[in-house]
């Protein structure tokens, strides 16, 4: 049996979701795996997603799934699943076009693979929905929702959840030590109902519109400080000039009161609570701007 991963992917750190993870050769010092992996290429688009980078980036796209089409077409192995993170996060916060996510379900679907979307980082909200995968707009046309979706962190629960027609009729089959865990489950039912007395969507949304726009006058008024802002809601990314330039930004940031880490290459990640306002971001702009003052 085969699965397909992305170069560049996290998705764990047990034996299967390790196997599939391609970031820090750290994290698999001493650690098994298995050879059921098949890894194909994430495409390496150029920021913003709009108009000015479509044509690069669209070949990128293509050349992509092109590439995971043959691996699918000409592999020795019986590949049963695929699975993806809607923004590449420990890897440097790698974002596609919605475009390109219906087009990978449609191959999936198309022969049999079954679609699997890592929500661990992305899930819960902080992208500005519920789901990062709703930005697809999946249709029946596309092969329909994924069909299997994990979750972890902000939902104060680790899991997933899937179609019907995946439910097994076998008890054990599907388990853990923990039988459930329905302390867990109570608490991620206080995430949810939290989520929505408060209109938390409503909140990452407007701080996230609010960050980027600050966070873009920064990158062009710097000379490639900062540069290559992107994002969904509140879940944000920026890169540096170099991995030695992003560690010591993120250095100075924790030393002027700001606590955040970086991922891929030389990018800084932003993950704030649901919870944080605007109030909250211009402190953390004044911050950044100070830090970046302090980085020569």
């Known amino acids: 049996l085969g699965i397909i ?9 047990t034996l299967l979701p390790l196997s599939c993870t391609q970031t ?74 919605a475009q390109f996510f219906k087009k990978l379900r449609k191959l999936c679907a198309d022969n049999e693979i079954l679609f699997i979307v890592d929500e661990v980082q992305t899930g819960c909200a902080a992208t500005g929905k519920f789901w990062a995968h709703e930005y697809w707009n999946l249709t029946a046309e596309d092969g329909g929702c994924p069909d299997i979706v994990t979750f972890a962190k902000k939902m104060c629960a680790a899991g997933f959840y899937y179609k019907n027609e995946l439910c097994v009729d076998e008890a054990y089959r599907i388990f853990n030590t923990w039988c459930g865990d329905p302390v867990r489950l109570l608490q991620c039912q206080v995430v949810l109902d939290v989520i929505k007395q408060n209109n ?24 490639g400080r900062i ?29 002027n009161g700001v606590h955040l880490g970086g991922c891929g290459e030389r990018s800084v990640r932003l993950r704030p609570a649901l919870i944080f306002e605007t109030k909250h971001a211009t402190i953390f702009i004044d911050a950044l701007q100070q830090s970046l003052k302090e980085l020569d």
């Open 24 to 97: 820090n050769p750290l994290h698999k010092v001493d650690m098994p795996a298995t050879d059921m992996i098949i890894r194909t290429s994430f495409p390496a688009n150029k920021y913003p997603l709009n108009a000015i980078n479509q044509a690069n980036n669209e070949k990128l796209e293509y050349e992509c799934l092109e590439q995971t089409r043959s691996l699918i077409q000409t592999s020795s192995k019986d590949i049963v699943a695929l699975i993806v993170e809607p923004i590449q996060a420990e890897g440097g916060d790698n974002h596609c076009s």
């Open 227 to 255: 540069s290559n802002v992107r994002g969904q809601g509140t879940f944000i990314a920026f890169d540096c000039a170099s991995t030695q330039h992003r560690n010591k930004l993120i250095a100075l940031l924790r030393k």
């Open 5 to 13: 991963a992305f170069e560049k992917a996290f998705h764990g750190r």
């Open 200 to 223: 938390l969507l409503d909140v990452v949304n407007e701080c996230g519109a609010f960050l980027q726009a600050r966070l873009k006058e920064i990158e062009s008024s710097t000379g």
